[in-house]
């Protein structure tokens, strides 16, 4: 059983009686193992496995603490029990009730780019500039984790001057949710959403739901928690290790647990078994400025280790400090996967990665732009997503925005041109159009709502007949679109080449195959090439653009091999959608960003940048941030370490001209002595 190997505080909270239970896990405390013995228990108690949800911050750690329950059970009984993230559960249960089309963000931002192009601002009597399309959909989409209010209301308290533009917004947004009703697509957002209505409908059974990182629930999973209304909660979490506000969670929801059910029983994990006590009396040194939600007072267990006290490097210079931790690393006998470089913001790791190579040192990076965020991969996995679903007018808009002179909302016209050509099947409407003269929607005229298009003019299809392309395309209607330059058409037979080619396959690494070889794929790795390789000056350079290619293609052949392990390319693609952010490459030493160091530990760890500005970094920390969500970020990064603690800062980056001064955090930590600086610096933080 897994209760024999708790220490009694985590038998105490792992035994606790049915009800609504918090544990108060510090970093290093075995939240796993309290969680994995909750488990146990109650399994032991009768409960059956199927009963019991386990709600987790990644799928990997969901899988991680099923696989430990299969260590003492069998994987039969673990497999039973429902785990997974909020999202993982919720498109599971959704996909039982109905088909569901799952959409990244950066997909529904083209549909929504495409919808906002629409309209013009310059009739609004108001000096306030508009937001950006990608802005407003992040807005909203940070609305929708983070508030109960309608959305005008929640962003007018947080942006004055935009009341002029609301109801442009207000719009935008509205016909954005009717597309996507119309398409049948669904963001993350929706997923919790539509579970959180299904689960009000028809309640779920479960006898008890476990909730892993309960200090980083926002609103919406908290109201999706509500609506599931279990008869028991067992939720896991650390106020000091709350860094997640920017994504809308609230660190009221752990902090009024205690007001919210009368039954509530407050556990408190205090043995820290990860860090050297100096490590640990540094950091809650710091978190202590913090206000105290919960007390705790943590105890280090591993008192018979060696400790060595944590060090503060000082530079003169930024590359400097980059240059000398790179040699320090290389100097280090400890192992290279066990060594961390974490950092405040993802721009801090391009120097310390650049001296890293240049010391022949090994290196991956996480908490940056991910190997599935990379333009190629999206646009390659588009090309299989149409295959799967000729009706994803995302996948299509997304590979036309690199037809040039396509932009996003003629190229939605061109798909809803092309389903009206095929009653409703884009491919049907690509390869055999039924006869119409115009197969275009007339556009709408509002001037309140800064739509100002007028019904739309067919061109004639004879102003293409220079490009010599097959005759039986150049009759296709779909020409006749006004906006169309020969540019557009080129790109357009390719992508008709193509998916003619790609109707007959089924296997998703041969669907990969022919597309990565496409010409219409190769006009747009050649576009992202040249983009990588023009220099400010506007030139291309022609050996930088031979080396983009080059790693544009070693990712094609990384999602070839991905692909090899699916039967289907339905498999390959939901895969790829709901677990490729939690994919990375690469090996060595750790480069990170704070956030996503979160959960893990190393034996020597590297803080560096710590300057004003930087870490804290009061650009984000007055913008839906804290100070105080600063001062938990900072702790969470100490809190990596086990043996070996760095924290490094410079006085002066020479290719800006900027002079730094020291974080607040090195003062507050006890390692630089309180002065004038410190003073201004807290005066900054002051609310």
Known sequence: MPLSRLNEEQLEAATAPFGHNLVIASAGTGKTSTIVGRIGYLISRGVEPQDILLLTFTNKAAAEMVDRVAGYFSREVAAKIEAGTFHAVSYRHLKRERDINLKQPFELKTLF????????????????????????????????????????????????????????????????????????????????????ESVKRKPLAFKEILIDEYQDTNELQGSLIDAMDAPSLFCVGDYDQSIYAFNGANIHIIGSFTKKFDDARVFTLTKNYRSTAPILELANRVIEYNERIYPKQLEVVRKGASATMPKLLIFDNLMQQYETIAQSIRRSTTPHHE????????????????MLKEEGIACRRKGG??????????????????????KDMMAFIHIFEYARGVGSATAKELFEGLTTLGEGCMTAGLFNPKPMTNPFKARNTNYQLGLFDHPMQIGSVSRFSHLGL???????????????????????????????????????????????????????INQLAERRATLKNGEVDGAKKADAIERIKRKGLLLVRLAQTYGSNEKFINAMVLGGRELNEGEGVNLLTVHA???????????????????????????????????????????????????????????????????????????????????????????
């Open 369 to 390: 732009r991910s190997f599935f965020d990379a333009k190629e991969v999206k646009a390659a996995l588009d090309f299989a997503t149409l295959v799967l679903n000729p």
């Open 339 to 354: 060594i961390a470089v974490i950092f405040r913001n993802n721009a801090s790791a391009d120097g310390i990665e650049a």
């Open 113 to 196: 780019r495409s919808i906002y192009e629409k309209r013009r601002f310059h009739h609004i009597s108001t000096e306030t500039e508009p937001f950006a399309p990608n802005f407003l959909y992040d807005l909203y989409s940070l609305y929708q984790n983070a508030s109960k209010e309608p959305f005008g209301e929640w962003l007018l308290q947080r942006h004055q001057g935009h009341e002029p533009l609301i109801d442009i917004y207000l719009d935008i947004i509205d016909e954005f949710k009717r597309s996507k009703e119309e398409f049948g697509f669904v963001d993350f957002n929706d997923l919790l959403i539509m579970m959180r």
């Open 470 to 524: 097959d005759e039986n395309f150049m009759a296709h209607p779909i020409l006749k679109h006004p906006a169309l330059n020969s540019d557009g058409v080129r790109f357009l037979y390719d992508f008709y080449r193509l998916m003619k080619r790609l109707k007959s396959l089924k296997q998703p690494q041969s669907i990969m195959r022919h597309i990565l070889s496409s010409d219409v794929y190769g006009s747009i």
């Open 597 to 687: 160091s979160k959960g893990l530990e190393f034996d020597e760890v590297y803080v560096i940048d710590l300057m004003d500005g930087r870490f804290p970094n009061r650009k984000l920390a007055g913008q839906g941030g804290s100070i105080e969500e600063e001062r938990r970020l900072f702790y969470v990064a100490l809190t990596r370490a086990r043996d070996l603690l760095y924290l490094s800062f410079a006085k002066y980056d020479s290719f800006k001209d900027i002079t730094f001064f020291p974080s607040q955090f090195l003062y507050e930590a006890g390692l630089l002595k309180k002065d004038r600086t410190y003073e201004k610096l807290k005066a900054l933080s002051a609310p």
